[in-house]
């Protein structure tokens, strides 16, 4: 299964901003899907977006959409989210997740392989 490491986590500010990356061992039709996913302390997992290696632009989910864009880079085989105007309420750990498809409903389920996490706090 592809292997998935993320990175560019960690301590900022409200209204501050972040890039996380997610690299990827290898580029595949079952792992032709993309996702961001966050966990906060006592919540479920929550789709954050998501992107395809052969599709086009990458989409947020609606709860963070306008401040969050996800892109990708396939000569690097490497996802990014790009986290704008952080808010408290944004802290989590962040994993990012392959699999066959993606799409705005998109749940934890429906990906195969999960990178380690990567812990984003926004501090008040």
């Known amino acids: 299964q592809v292997q998935l490491v993320e990175s560019g986590g960690g301590l900022v500010q409200t209204g501050g901003s972040l890039r996380l990356s997610c690299a990827a061992s290898?580029?595949?039709?079952?792992?032709?899907?993309m996702a961001w996913f966050r966990q906060a302390p006592g919540k479920e997992r929550e789709f954050v977006g998501g992107?395809?290696?052969?599709?086009?632009?990458?989409f947020a989910a609606d709860s963070v959409k306008g401040r969050f864009t996800i892109s990708r880079d396939n000569a690097r085989n490497t996802v990014y989210l790009q986290m704008n105007n952080l808010k408290p309420e944004d802290t989590a750990v962040y994993y990012c997740?392959?699999?066959?498809?993606?799409?705005?409903?998109?749940?934890?389920?429906?990906?195969?392989?999960w990178g380690q996490g990567t812990q984003v706090t926004v501090s008040v």
């Open positions: 290898e580029r595949t039709w079952s792992s032709n899907a």
């Open positions: 992107i395809a290696w052969t599709g086009g632009n990458g």
């Open positions: 997740a392959a699999g066959s498809f993606v799409h705005p409903r998109s749940r934890p389920a429906d990906f195969r392989s």
